[in-house]
Nanobody, 123 residues
Framework: QVQLVESGGGSVQTGGSLGLSCAAS?????MAWFRQAPGKEREGVAV????????YYADSVKGRFTISRDNAKNTVYLQMNSLKPEDTAMYYC?????WGGGRWSATSLYNYWGQGTQVTVSS
């Protein structure tokens, strides 16, 4: 079992910044951030692989968001800059302990999920 505890989020105006963190109870293969806006499907935002630190981002956030991790603390971070109203969503941390392959943004690859934290960007 892996527990994921998220923190951060909140409300900000367009162009502002917010940071999220997710602490896992143990090491995982990879950790990712997803988001889900009302009426929309959950979408992958960014992923980081524990070994090597490889990262991938959704096109919509490239150049604005940065995912990082502290392996010693089993914690992953998401720094969000230049926020836009369309970034408004519930953000979820996800962890894969099964060494799953395939497209990183597939929700089926992740077997543990955080409770979610709200990010609201006002215009």
């Amino acid at each position: 079992q892996v527990q994921l505890v998220e923190s951060g989020g909140g409300s900000v105006q367009t162009g502002g910044s917010l940071g999220l963190s997710c602490a896992a109870s143990r090491s995982t293969y990879k950790m990712a951030w997803f988001r889900q806006a009302p009426g929309k499907e959950r979408e992958g935002v960014a992923v980081i692989y524990t070994s090597g630190g490889t990262t991938y981002y959704a096109d919509s956030v490239k150049g604005r968001f940065t995912i990082s991790r502290d392996n010693a603390k089993n914690t992953v971070y998401l720094q969000m800059n230049s926020l836009k109203p369309e970034d408004t969503a519930m953000y979820y941390c996800a962890a894969d302990t099964n060494w799953g392959g395939g497209r990183w943004s597939a929700t089926s690859l992740y077997n543990y999920w955080g409770q979610g934290t709200q990010v609201t960007v006002s215009s």
